[in-house]
Each structure stands twice: as structure tokens, then as C-alpha cells.
């Protein structure tokens, strides 16, 4: 007997709709948390006012120009990387706690789990990106190109924060543990300040520099400087993703994409077979 299987625009509507309903479901889940809420609520602002003001009296911008213009940029990106951890705790203790078993006993579309996943952490971070807007606008922040470069900066940080997404979903499935999930949280920040993100790169060692101006943390701090006007965008002789970061970053989002994607939902998969 040959089981029969739903046309392709069928199922693809099967999956948008089971995702938006987990999309719903992780949005209630955080409303219901006050610990996780008020993290995503204060923590944003908090670093805005505390890096901005610990490290702008005692770091010089190349170039010139304010410190905080310089180091917004650099904190957008960096909560945009970090937020990868958020997934990947998140995915790892639904594995733990036996709600993917649940979902997969249900009749639901199977790649709706992990899409649900990464589109409820693409809403938190809208939210958190207007918080730091707000924070940044009050400590002296100001982009200087206009709307439309604005807004692709904007673009582009929404775009590697949705493709990172799937990595967290990728290591939480691997994972499956929610205690070895959060022992990992903290390999994160060496990621990021490993970077242009607070300080610039030309007074590291050759080989710290090479692997910092490689590091897509940076290419994603030097793009929205460039698009936003602000201080620090890099000049001369740099490496390549510094020199073309709008490229870079696209070039990272869509290769982060093709492998996760895949590797998630199949890895989601078979984990219940």
C-alpha cells in the first residue's frame, strides 16, 4: 500500500501555519517567564549605557568622532550574535523536557518546529533591536546617511540574527540537555569581542588581527557603520570582508542558511524516528 503525500503547496502552507501557531506558542511561553522577560526587556538598554560610559572615556575612535556613535554599531551586532545562545538553551530544554516528543506525536507539519523556533526569536529581536534604538538614541547615537541606508543596516542585522537562529536550533538538538546547553552560553562573548565590535582591530597581534577581521562579528559591525554613518568604518589596505562588509554579511547570512536549515529540520527528524 502506498501512503499518499500531500501536494508540495499543500504542505508548505501546513508548515506555515503550524510554524506562525509555535511562533505563538514561544511568545506566550516568554510572557509567562519575568526572569527571561526582564532580560529581554533591560539588558539591551543596561549594556548601551554601561559599555557606552565605562569604555568612552578611556578608548580613542580612528578617525575621530564620539565613542558611543563608534561603539553602537558594534553592540548591535554583538547582541545579535549572543542571542544564538537564547535558541540553543531554548531548543535543548524542549528536547530535555520531552515537548519535542509531544510535538512530534502530533499531527503537525515536522519541519514547523524548528521554523517556529527561529521565527519567534526573529519577533524577540525585533523587540530587543527597538530597545537598543531607543537606549542608543538617548546616550548620543545618531545614524547620518538617512532612512534607506538605515533601514538596510537595520535589514542586515535581522537577516544574520534569523540565519544564527538556526544554528542555536542546529547545537540545541544536538545537545539535548539543558544544563550542557547553558555551560555553553558563555564560549559565546569570546566570539564577539573577538572583533572590531569595541575597539579597533589594527593594534592586535598579525595573527589575533587576521582572525578578528575575519570574524563575521566583524564584518557585521564594520556594514551597519558604513550604512549608519558612524565612526570607525574601516579605510586602506583591510581584509576583504572589511573592505565590502554589505557583501560579507549577506555572503555569511545565506551560507549560514543553506547548512543549518537543512541539517535542523533533518536532524529534528530523526530524532524521532
Known sequence: MTALTPPLGRRLRWTFADGLTLVGRELGRVRQEPGELAGLLIFPAVMVVLFGYVFGSAIPVPGGGDYREYLMPGLFSMVTFTATSSVLVRVAADASRGVMDRFRSMPMARSAVPFGQTGADLMAGLLTLGIMVGAGLLVGWWPHRGLAPAAGAFLLLIVMRYALSWVGVY?????????????????????????????????????????ADWNPVSALTAASRELFGNPGAPTGDVAWPLAHPVAAVLLWSAALLAVFVPLSVRTYQRRGR
Open 171 to 211: 547545537v540545541g538538538l544536538l545537545v539535548r540537555n539543558e544544563q550542557a546547553a547553558d555551560q555553553m552560553v558563555p564560549l559565546f562573548l569570546p566570539i564577539t569581542m573577538l572583533s572590531n565590535s569595541f575597539v579597533p582591530t589594527g593594534g592586535m597581534p598579525a595573527w589575533l588581527r587576521f582572525v
